[in-house]
């Protein structure tokens, strides 16, 4: 049974900072990975997908890494802003057509 | 290019009533899937439909039905409500369940079941 874990479950950073979320996974037989951000009350905005061939995705200020083997992904923030406070979730997606989610790093960037 | 909705945004309803929740699905996208998250938890996979068929489920009751209509669009159905169902209800659609698009989700139906 695949299970995902997220750390740190929660984060409180100055602004300007660097950071990296962690997530891992028990399965390593995942079709791709989704790093998602919710803010409060709202649904959810998918930040990066790495498909399971990659190591490596960009967006901006984000860069999420991929180490299928060993059932790790890093979702890595440059430049941190308060804008970025928000809930993280990670998630996988196996043979099953359904995606698996942490339970998320709620990360609070202050000024 | 439209987004994905739902409705109701809030929703307040008694332990053994039904509720029906609604989803627009993406303009373009074939698949949609309800999700479950309670207060402070990530979703839990409820079911998936493909073009109109259940393509999936994860583990709830049979008292957790929807439907896909021939739009897309669709209903997450839950009968003899309990208090334990209070949650965020999200919808998600993309296209092809299988082809590694992302899913896009709409903002959610809160649900309280007093």
């Known amino acids: 049974k695949q299970e995902v874990t997220q750390i740190p479950a929660a984060l409180s950073v100055p602004e300007g900072e660097n950071l990296v979320l962690n997530c891992s996974f028990t399965d390593s037989a995942i079709y791709n990975l989704q790093w998602f951000r919710q803010d409060p009350g709202k649904g959810l905005t998918s930040l990066l997908l790495?498909?399971?061939?990659?190591r490596e995705q960009t967006s901006g200020r984000l860069n999420a890494s991929l180490d299928k083997s060993s059932g790790r992904s890093t979702l890595y923030i440059a430049a941190s802003q308060p804008g970025d406070s928000a809930t993280y979730l990670c998630?996988?997606?196996?043979?099953?057509?359904?995606?698996?989610f942490g339970t998320g790093t709620r990360l609070q960037v202050f000024p | 290019e439209t987004g994905v909705t739902q409705s109701p945004t809030h929703l307040i309803k008694t332990r053994g009533q039904q509720v029906t929740l609604r989803c627009s699905s993406q303009?373009?996208?074939?698949?949609v899937s309800w999700y479950q998250q309670a207060l402070g938890q990530g979703p839990q996979f409820i079911f998936q439909?493909?073009?109109?068929?259940?393509?999936g489920r994860g583990n709830f009751p049979p008292r957790f039905s929807g439907l896909q209509f021939p739009n897309y669009s669709s209903e997450l159905n839950v009968n003899a409500l309990e208090l334990d169902d209070s949650a965020l209800y999200l919808c998600a659609s993309s296209f092809s369940g299988r082809d590694n698009s992302p899913l896009h989700f709409g903002n959610g139906t809160r649900l309280t079941v007093t």
């Open positions: 790495i498909q399971s061939s990659q």
């Open positions: 439909y493909y073009r109109e068929e259940e393509n």
């Open positions: 998630a996988v997606c196996g043979n099953t057509d359904k995606l698996i």
């Open positions: 303009s373009g996208h074939n698949t």
